[in-house]
């Protein structure tokens, strides 16, 4: 059996994002994910959360190698992830009720960050809740020591790359009729943020 893309950091992380997202994801959610990596949140989330959809994406090189989790799970609700690249609009002519992503605020560019809120939004629904999960800085500081090398290391590896800082997304956000709701503070010196979009 072909072996699936893994990642550890999602491994740790996948329980602790689930336990916020029970308290802010409904039944018959439409959520869509933005920048599935290896699936292994869009498989956990969805068989925890039977009844709502999980829609999951990636840029198109990596739908692929996503979809090997995905086929592999075999759930009513969590089709065949499909092909987003924030920077090519439109993304999908679906509407979704809640939008999730973890992980790829800092690995993206600044352009393609402020291209994600422009997305979203344009086809998040009103009411709809948006969920980020990753490593911010706040007031031009990094939360922790180990944030501000993993910043030196992510710049090292590709220089668009980086920690971003917590008001400027907070101003594309609002740009897309978000309102923050919560800010949680994760294990491993990330957030989760949580925001709804205007009725
Ligand atoms: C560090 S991985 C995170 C994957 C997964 N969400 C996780 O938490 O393990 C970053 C992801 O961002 C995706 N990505 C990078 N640029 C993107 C873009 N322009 N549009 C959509 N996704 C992008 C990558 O393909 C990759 O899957």
Redesign the pocket.
């Known amino acids: 059996m072909q072996e699936l893309p893994f990642?550890q950091?999602?491994e740790n992380?996948k329980q602790v994002i689930l336990e916020i997202l029970e308290r802010h994801l409904k039944d018959g959610d439409q959520v869509l994910e933005?920048?599935?990596?290896?699936g292994?949140?869009a498989v956990h989330f969805a068989a925890n959360l039977p009844n709502l959809h999980w829609q999951s994406?990636?840029?198109p090189?990596?739908v692929d190698n996503l979809n090997l989790r995905l086929a592999r799970a075999k759930r009513a609700n969590l089709p065949a992830a499909i092909a987003?690249?924030?920077?090519n609009s439109p993304w999908t002519s679906d509407r979704p009720t809640a939008i999730f992503?973890?992980?790829?605020l800092h690995?993206?560019s600044a352009d393609?960050v402020e291209n994600?809120f422009k997305g979203i939004g344009k086809i998040l629904q009103a009411d709809g809740t948006l969920i980020v999960?990753g490593p911010f800085k706040y007031a031009g500081e990094f939360t922790t020591p180990s944030n501000e090398g993993f910043d030196r290391w992510l710049k090292d590896r590709d220089p668009v790359s980086g920690i971003r800082d917590f008001e400027w997304v907070s101003e594309l956000a609002a740009g897309a009729n978000l309102s923050i709701i919560e800010d949680n503070s994760m294990p491993a010196n990330n957030q989760l943020l949580v925001w709804k979009k205007s009725k």
């Not at 933005?34 to 290896?38: E, V």
């Not at 992503?101 to 790829?104: F, K, L, V």
Request: charged share 5%; hydrophobic share 35%.
């Open positions: 990642s950091a999602s992380n933005l920048a599935g990596g290896t292994q949140h994406s990636d840029i090189s990596n987003i690249d924030v920077n992503s973890a992980n790829s690995i993206m393609s994600f999960y």
